[in-house]
C-alpha cells in the first residue's frame, strides 16, 4: 500500500523555503523570521523529518575531488531476464553510477556516471554496460545549466497553493 503525501500548509513552505536557503539556521531564527513560536517551528521540522520531507544530506562537489566527468547514460536491456538482473546487480555494486532511474520512454534506463576522465569512464564503466543492455548512449555533461533550486520550487507551491494570501517572504 502506498504512503498518503504529506500535505504542507503556509507555514510549513515558508519554514522549508527558508531552511533550503540556509540549512544551518536556527529554529530561534527562523520563529523570529516566520513571526511564529520556536516550539512551533521546532514541532513543524520534526514532524516534516518524521514524515521523510526532510533529509539531512552533505552536497559533495566531486570535480574538486578529481571526478571531473559527468555523464548520463541511456539504455535499453531487450536481451532477456537474466541480463536484466545482471545489469540490475551491476547498477546497485558500481559507485561510480550516482543515481539510476528506470523510466518509460525512450531508454528503459537512464544512470548518471561520474569518473575521473573520459578513458577510465569509457574502459572501466561503459564497457561493463555493453554486455547486458542494448542501445547504449551516453552524453557527457560539458556544463550545468541550472543547479537544482528548491527553493524556487517551494516558491513556486507556495504560490499555486497559496495565491490568495499575501506574500510573506
Excluded: C, N
Excluded at 50 to 72: F, M, N, P, T
Excluded at 78 to 90: F, I, P, Q, S
Amino acid at each position: 500500500m502506498r504512503e498518503l503525501p504529506f500535505i504542507p500548509d503556509e507555514l510549513d513552505l515558508m519554514i522549508l523555503e527558508y531552511m533550503t536557503k540556509d540549512a544551518s539556521v536556527q529554529f530561534k531564527q527562523l520563529a523570529e523570521s516566520l513571526k511564529v513560536d520556536q516550539r512551533t517551528v521546532a514541532k513543524r521540522v520534526h514532524k516534516m523529518m518524521e514524515e521523510g520531507v526532510i533529509r539531512h544530506k552533505v552536497e559533495v562537489d566531486w570535480s574538486r575531488l578529481g571526478l571531473g566527468i559527468s555523464a548520463y547514460v541511456g539504455a535499453e536491456t531487450g536481451l532477456g531476464e537474466e541480463d536484466v538482473k545482471r545489469l540490475h546487480e551491476y547498477i546497485k555494486k558500481e559507485p561510480r553510477i550516482i543515481e539510476a532511474y528506470s523510466t518509460i520512454g525512450d531508454q528503459e534506463y537512464y544512470f548518471k556516471v561520474m569518473e575521473m576522465d573520459l578513458q577510465s569512464l569509457r574502459e572501466e564503466v561503459m564497457r561493463q554496460f555493453e554486455p547486458i543492455t542494448a542501445k547504449l548512449t551516453s552524453s557527457i555533461i560539458s556544463s550545468q545549466l541550472k543547479h537544482q533550486d528548491d527553493v524556487a520550487l517551494i516558491q513556486f507551491l507556495r504560490q499555486k497553493k497559496f495565491s490568495h494570501k499575501k506574500k510573506r517572504v
